[in-house]
């Protein structure tokens, strides 16, 4: 038969008897719970019962720390409002100018596919012929298109600039100071800073920019631009 150990937790082999009572029988006192904190423990401390959560660090500074730590906050989230709407202000424009780029090359690409009926009206006009009905439709045509923003540019006496002219003729003569278009061949046109089709002139430069040889030879002052090309060579 086996020995029961001895010196365990429960004696030396006797009962282990706990008096849980709350009121001491010899004297009547309230006795305090065997879980009340331990003498010198302070309420409220980890580890012991009916320990409050550390506070927040915040209530552990002054009244112009916690103002300093605020107005930081504040300043912080103000800057990023301020990027924020300054990124979607540069959004906004830069859709914008995008979105009226692309109209304008929509609505350039169908006007020069008129300016060939734009150019049919206009010979009809010189030639007397926009009478009737069709003279209320051509006038309403070139209403439509000027609401659009294309614009007719080409006129005789014009300076010449090879920006919005195509020189198709060239000669020389007294009556003009600098290159001049002394005749409007086919007209131009533009739309907006946009040239959709330059100006087709005759050009006229004063008889003093005839070359040498041309005059020494006294070959006649009206020339192609080829011409003038071979000459000056």
Do not use: C
């Amino acid at each position: 038969m086996t020995d029961r150990p001895t010196g365990s937790e429960f004696g030396d082999g006797e009962p282990v008897v706990r008096d849980k009572r709350r009121i001491d029988p010899d004297t009547g006192a309230a006795r305090e719970p065997s879980g009340a904190p331990a003498a010198g423990a302070a309420p409220g401390m980890p580890g012991t019962p009916g320990a409050q959560p550390p506070r927040d660090p915040s209530d552990l500074i002054g009244p112009s720390a916690q103002e300093a730590l605020l107005t930081e906050a504040l300043a912080e989230r103000t800057a990023d409002l301020q990027r924020l709407q300054a990124e979607y202000v540069n959004y906004k424009r830069r859709v914008d100018r995008d979105r009226e780029a692309s109209r304008e090359l929509v609505i350039g690409s169908v006007l020069t596919e008129l300016l060939g009926i734009l150019d049919d009206v206009g010979r009809a006009r010189e030639a007397g012929e926009l009478e009737g009905a069709f003279k209320a439709v051509a006038e309403s045509l070139e209403r439509v298109t000027e609401k659009l923003g294309l614009v007719k540019f080409g006129e005789k006496g014009d300076t010449f600039d090879p920006r919005i002219h195509e020189a198709l003729l060239h000669n020389y003569s007294d009556e003009v100071d600098g290159p001049t278009a002394t005749m409007v061949m086919q007209p131009g046109y533009r739309l907006g800073e946009r040239v959709l089709r330059a100006a087709r002139v005759a050009v006229s430069e004063p008889t003093e920019q005839l070359p040498a040889d041309a005059a020494k030879a006294d070959v006649p002052v009206e020339s192609t631009d080829e011409d003038a090309d071979r000459s000056a060579e």
